[in-house]
């Protein structure tokens, strides 16, 4: 199995080389068109500014490629939102796949924001969450969200707000949280999505 990890300066590249390592896989981290298109899954990561992000996009032509990628493509808490068709992070336009607006958390109750930890996820019938049961428990990093939409697939709340924790359209899955820093729950769901979707 080919793996592709888009190279777009995110910052969570390398332990999401190491998760897939753990698991027995090689992945290549490329921006480069034709070894994204032949490759057999196409992973999204992210750490970072989406405006900044989707500027490196617009400059590899990734911005109109990655949409028409039509094997399993999955991405990672910045790499779902830039999925997106909007961030309110500096008015950003983003990739499109699905069409929702990634909001910025508000502050509640002395809350503080970014939303950072573990949390329990309530999930939908879906093959990334295969052979996981009982409270599910994923690692978060973000200070914006997406709100729900008939494209989640599992979702959690933080300062007052439910929000979207996965999403699934078509080829694409997106994790608001980081599998690669979720423990052995996030790592059967990189499993899942490298041998169940």
């Known amino acids: 199995m080919t793996i592709a990890i888009v190279k777009y300066n995110a910052g969570n590249t390398r332990s999401v080389l190491c998760a897939l390592k753990r698991l027995g896989y090689e992945a290549t981290v490329t921006d480069d068109h034709q070894e994204l298109r032949k490759a057999d899954r196409v992973i999204f990561p992210g750490v970072g500014e989406a405006s900044t992000a ?3 996009l617009r400059g590899c032509g990734l911005d109109t490629f990655l949409p ?3 094997q399993p493509f999955l991405g ?3 790499g779902m939102q830039l999925m997106c068709s909007f961030s309110e992070e500096h008015d950003t ?3 499109g796949m699905f069409p929702e607006t990634v909001k910025k958390f508000i502050p509640y109750k002395g809350e503080k924001i970014p939303h950072m930890g573990w949390n ?4 939908k019938d879906d093959p990334l969450f295969r052979g996981l049961s009982g409270e599910i428990w994923c690692y978060f990093v973000h200070s914006y969200y997406v709100p729900f939409s008939s494209d989640t697939i599992a979702s959690t709340e933080y300062a007052s707000v439910k929000f979207t924790a996965s999403l699934r359209k078509d080829n694409f899955w997106g994790c608001q949280f980081h599998p690669e820093k979720s423990g052995s ?3 059967r769901m990189l499993k899942n999505f490298l041998e169940e979707v």
């Open 54 to 56: 989707m500027a490196y």
């Open 68 to 70: 028409t990628l039509t």
């Open 76 to 78: 990672i808490c910045l």
């Open 93 to 95: 336009q983003c990739l």
């Open 120 to 123: 329990t996820l309530k999930t």
């Open 185 to 187: 729950m996030g790592e």
